[in-house]
Nanobody, 122 residues
Framework: QVQLVESGGGLVQPGGSLRLSCAASGSIFSINAMGWYRQAPGKQREMVTT???????KYADSVKGRFTISRDNAKNTVYLRMNSLKPEDTAVYYCNAPVVVTTTGRTYREVWGQGTLVTVSS
């Protein structure tokens, strides 16, 4: 069984910063890309940022220059550093891994974490 567990959400004032973490657990052999998505109340889930195993990144226009994704392949962990937070960044943030291969050769597709709530408010 493969799981993604997010942490680091919370309440922060506008202009503040937070760092989210997402750790993958299980008998993992490889994870290609990992990413962060978010879903605000009443809105659809949207891509925030993704990173490949080689370190190539993509960002939504709304977070470019403010958010930074990074990963530690040895720890199967991805991070999201969020700076200059705005009220419109308020959402549940989800970690995603499109493909996870275990040491037993099993492939899991579209693995999602349970989400962590980020609230930006004064």
């Amino acid at each position: 069984q493969v799981q993604l567990v997010e942490s680091g959400g919370g309440l922060v004032q506008p202009g503040g910063s937070l760092r989210l973490s997402c750790a993958a657990s299980g008998s993992i052999f490889s994870i290609n890309a990992m990413g962060w998505y978010r879903q605000a109340p009443g809105k659809q889930r949207e891509m925030v940022t993704t990173i490949t195993s080689g370190g190539s990144t993509k960002y939504a226009d709304s977070v470019k220059g403010r958010f930074t994704i990074s990963r530690d392949n040895a720890k199967n962990t991805v991070y999201l550093r969020m700076n200059s937070l705005k009220p419109e960044d308020t959402a549940v943030y989800y970690c995603n891994a499109p493909v996870v291969v275990t040491t037993t050769g099993r492939t899991y597709r579209e693995v999602w974490g349970q989400g962590t709530l980020v609230t930006v408010s004064s």
